[in-house]
């Protein structure tokens, strides 16, 4: 794929480099991986709580960065002379007053319900006031391999739904409901966004029967957290029963028992009763930031850019990213390897060339990214919201996530060593070869330029990038992820290729050739049927935004195209990539299905083949 590439080494490079790695000493390598184990020991420790946003151990893994780039001799490329560029996440929400909740009777009766005795808000909810008739959707479920589908029963559009919680059958080890599917068709989020899917103007969720011996308890606002545009309100069994005994003759358990029975959906319109609703949700935000040091160029090359990332955020205390055996229990997630081994890479890479006097060549921006755990968010607000240094001028980027653990392949004895993006630019495969010469990792190498980690948002914008990373082990995302097994010769090691990469990339005559390199479409091992797209997580739009079409894939037969937002999936609109996950989780491989997406403004409607 690579073409014939040829360098020559501009003579400055070339020299200080081979003083650096050509001849280094074992007592200076002694020193370097000295001053990386206390960088990364002090980022990953108990100090730094897991640099999860919002957390003063963040803060401080920050001004540890900024200090360390200060001292390298790179000058400040934040916000108003200093190191850093602030934005924000979402946050979770806060629960504000009033909350009302009011039913109206077929006969004028009003019940007026008192928030937190008998009813919640959810933490998902959104904030609106809605006054709309009530229906009832059963378990809110559609689980069409069970052939089991409350909301192909009736119009729910600008309804108040009423839905259970969880599925039928969900204490019953004999008939089990779609056994493979039930915890995806009983998750809050799923109805909810199956409630908005079907243009729900709220949602009241009733315990189901197996809540019962518990004594039907509301959960508390913060129990499930998430955000949706409409109301969701948890409410008492003893608020539904009433009204569904005078609407239908039977009360929850009686319908719960039929269902269960027979598995057929019970969904009805509630005759005559009107839910009257107010919710006041705040959705709060974290303020974070990014940390920026640049050391700029000298001579012909000095207007382009060369950026040399990591992201230091973790998980903090755990969460929704977390992977620990004890889900509920609150620990300091280290993230030594994911990623405070990257960071020392950086801060690392930064003193190496800060001290290169007369330094010729491009600009070099050293940038470590917030909130990469939370989607990759520190380096999509740079990308896309705040690039300082132009993106059509940044020749490559260079991502280190988990480079702490380098370990040998059993069967070569060699050190094995994953690089990302050799094929994002022409050069850059036959690069990383002839650099590893005398390093002699053993490299596996793939050419595409997107995946979970900060190059994708530079690839996005089409910037050549590479992507080092020791592979994957049993503490990742846990609690154990600690300094202590972190291998820091190869870190090191890592780095040093790393700073061959980086020298080459500021020097090189000719800027990197990006390339687009076209996804392969394989179906996946995962129980959700796939189209081959890749979503572009931009978050204020409504639909999905397809990123990129995976070559011979569903989509791609049936013509899709990057830049499509898709907004419709079986005739169901598509707020989210949560609900797109929800909708698509209910087709079925091979069975054709209607995908309308925009294209330039103007809707259309394509059909494609789930695989
Ligand atoms: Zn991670």
Redesign the pocket.
Known sequence: MMREWHRRWPLAALTGLLVLWGTRATADNDAIEARMRKDITFLASDQCEGRGPGTKGIDLAAEHIAAAFAKAGLKPGGKEGSYYQPFTVPGGAELKQPNVLRLVGPLGQEIELRHGVDFQVMGFSGSKTVSAPLVFVGYGVNAPRVKYEDFKMLDVAGKVVVLIRRVPRWNSKELPFDKEKKDQHAGLLTKQALAEANKAAAVLLVNDASDLPGGDKLMPFSYIPGSSAIPALHVRRSVIDPILQSSLGMDLRDIERAIDRDLQPRATILAGWTANIQTSVVRKTIAVKNVIGVLEGAGPLAKETVMIGSHYD?LGYGGP?SLNKKPNVKEIHHGAD??ASGTTSVIELARRFGAMPNRQGRRLVFMTFSAE?MGLLGSRHYCNKEPIFPLADTVAMVNLDMVGRLRADPKTEKDKLIVEGTGTAKSFNKLIDELNNGTDFQLTKKAGGTGPSDHDSFYRKKVPVFFFFTGMHPDY?RPSDTSDKINVPGMRRVADLAEKVVANLATVKERPEYVEVKGSFTPGPGKIPRIGIIPNYEEDKEGVLVGGVADGGPAAKAGMKAGDVIVEVAGKSVANLNTYMVLMGQQQRGQPLEIGVLRDGKKMTLKVIPQ
């Open positions: 973790h990213g994911d990623n755990e995302h």
